[in-house]
């Protein structure tokens, strides 16, 4: 007896977080186009990532796009063993990436001969000595700042703020809701101010 077919499912093409999950799972079905679609979604997130997240902590050779590519085969390479576990896809991407992220890291603090740039032919405004130093104490001032956070705080903020991630997009990302999102935001922002606005102690 000749049964019919089972009817073809169209794939979606354009990935979103409404159809996220169903592209995953054909991607971990061995649809190729399903994972060339899932990466190409993936890709801008985790850029944004990792630039953000590295900065000009980068040695030689290794910049934050290239350590993003890195995530993305990482991710390809893990999607026929990959089980939802009850965790958000975009979970388990950012632990890879957090993962990567923090090998860059630990390689950059082993390593202090990393190279200086080139000086430039031509004097700009931004090589002036007072730019360069407010830049500096602007950077190491953001940097006392957020050590004052938690490891989750700073990562929400840089999400929200300077990746521009929505809420939802973010909760996704570190396994919680949108309103867990909110609310760790808020606390965050509200430790930021009460730390600005600390009177500083006389000596």
Known sequence: MVTDPAPVV????????????LVVAAAVEGDPLAAEDL???????VVRYCRT???RVQRAFVAADDVAQEVCLAVFRALPTYRQLGRPFLSFVYGI???KVADVHRAAARDRSQPTPE??????????????ALRRELIERTGVL???LTP???????????????????A?????????????QHRALNRLRRTVQRPVRQA
Do not use: C, W, Y
């Open 10 to 21: 169209p794939r979606p093409r354009r990935v979103d977080r409404t159809n996220l999950d």
């Open 119 to 132: 000086t430039p032919d031509v004097m700009t405004v931004d090589a002036d000595p007072e730019q360069i």
């Open 97 to 99: 990436a957090a993962h």
């Open 172 to 184: 996704d990302m570190v396994g919680t809701t949108a309103d867990a999102v909110r609310v760790a």
């Open 146 to 148: 957020l050590r004052t």
């Open 53 to 55: 997240k590295l900065g």
């Open 152 to 170: 989750r705080q700073r990562d929400i903020l840089i999400m929200r703020i300077v990746l521009g991630l929505s809420a939802q997009e973010t």
């Open 39 to 45: 990466l190409a979604f993936l890709r801008p997130i």
